[in-house]
C-alpha cells in the first residue's frame, strides 16, 4: 500500500543514481552526501542516469520502504535544478508523468 501523503518532506537527491542500489546504499548516500538521518521520516527520491526509474525510500514504524517505479516509455519530468525539497503534488506529478511546462491565470476585472 502506497502509505505517502502530502505530511511528508519529499527531498530529490540532486545528483544521478545508480539503480542497483537497495536500502542500505540509499541509506548511505543519505547520510554521507545529503547529511540527513534516515530515520527521520522523510521521503528521499531517487532517479537514475536516464531519467526513467524512480526510488522512494522511508523509514516507517518498523523499517525502511523502498517504493520502485520504471518507466516503459518517455522520461520523468524534470524538476528545477538546485532544488532539493519537492511538494507532494510535484511527486505526484512526475510518477504520473505529467509535466507543467507554464501556468498562468487571467485577470479579470469587474466594471
Known amino acids: 500500500m502506497f502509505s505517502l501523503s502530502s505530511s ?3 527531498l530529490l537527491y540532486p545528483k544521478v543514481c545508480d539503480m542497483r542500489k537497495g536500502f542500505n546504499g540509499l541509506c ?3 547520510t554521507n552526501e545529503l547529511s540527513r538521518t534516515a530515520h527521520s ?3 528521499f527520491v531517487f532517479i537514475n542516469r536516464k531519467n526513467n526509474q524512480m526510488k522512494l525510500l522511508h ?3 518498523g523499517g ?3 517504493y520502485y517505479k520504471r518507466l516503459e516509455q518517455g522520461t520523468f519530468a524534470k524538476i528545477k535544478e538546485g532544488k532539493i525539497q519537492i ?3 510535484d ?3 512526475m510518477i504520473e508523468g505529467i509535466q507543467v511546462i507554464k501556468s498562468s491565470q487571467k485577470r479579470r ?3
Open 59 to 61: 523509514w516507517e514504524s
Open 87 to 89: 511538494s507532494w503534488s
Open 8 to 10: 511528508h518532506t519529499f
Open 28 to 30: 548511505g548516500i543519505v
Open 109 to 111: 476585472f469587474l466594471l
Open 91 to 93: 511527486l505526484v506529478l
Open 64 to 66: 525502511f520502504v523502498l
Open 41 to 43: 521520516g522523510e521521503v
